[in-house]
């Protein structure tokens, strides 16, 4: 495990804010991997345009949301991935550790934003279904990202996706983290390439009684 990911820092910020930036979550050679992983894929063709809805109100919608993605799985499975996943499994562990939040599993998608793509304002769950408890984004952008390349995650930090705001960069090697319920959330249109792993910490639905 060559993370210097440390769970302590985002479990204070998740109690305090809601949110939190983390820089430098994996070493560069892990952050470099992923990046190359996701490209390896992108070649052969393999990550698809996500869509919103699901079941059979699945749809594609491009000016809503632009970006192609393949879910993480143990076919994707290499020493990167495994050091990321690990860093995950100890967040997660932290985190119910120290806020019982109950999170029983971590999906997550390699994605993709091309030039152009963006993701209008959301909350991070399907409509009647809250089994999304913490979002997670680890950028693997190479070299330095400039406010002019576009493509911030732009966070509402009121009830409504307006007013007060915080935009982050999404600099390779950046994790942040939020509360998928709380913050309403956009991707504005990046004018270049945007990598990164999207993430939830999830809890299984309790059985209706
Ligand atoms: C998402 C999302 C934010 C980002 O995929 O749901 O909000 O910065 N991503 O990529
Ligand atoms: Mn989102």
């Known amino acids: 495990m060559t993370a210097n990911a440390d769970p302590g820092s985002a479990v204070d910020a998740l109690v305090e804010h809601g949110w939190v930036s983390l820089p430098h979550w994996l070493p560069d050679e892990c952050v470099s991997q992923l990046r190359q992983l996701s490209e390896a894929n992108w ?36 020493a990167a991935t495994a050091d990321f996943l690990a860093s995950m499994e100890g967040l997660r562990l932290a985190f119910n550790r120290a806020l019982y939040l109950g999170l029983d599993y971590f999906e997550a998608h390699l994605t993709m934003y091309p030039p152009g793509a963006r993701y209008r304002p959301h909350l991070d769950h399907f409509r009647n279904s809250h089994h999304r408890v913490v979002s997670s984004v680890l950028y ?70």
């Not at 052969?44 to 079941?55: D, E, P």
């Not at 190479?142 to 509402?156: K, P, S, V």
């Open 43 to 78: 070649r052969a063709g393999r990550l698809r345009h996500a869509g919103v809805g699901r079941g059979a109100g699945f749809r594609v919608l491009p000016e809503v949301r632009g970006d192609r993605v393949l879910w993480l799985d143990d076919a994707t499975a290499d």
């Open 140 to 209: 693997l952008n190479a070299g330095d990202w400039a406010c002019a390349d576009g493509g911030q995650l732009r966070l509402y930090l009121g009830s409504q996706p307006r007013g007060e705001h915080v935009d982050i960069l999404p600099c390779g090697g950046t994790m942040v983290l939020f509360l998928s319920q709380r913050f309403w959330h956009e991707v504005l249109p990046a004018g270049r390439d945007r990598w990164s792993i999207t993430g939830w910490f999830c809890r299984r639905p309790t059985a209706q009684i």
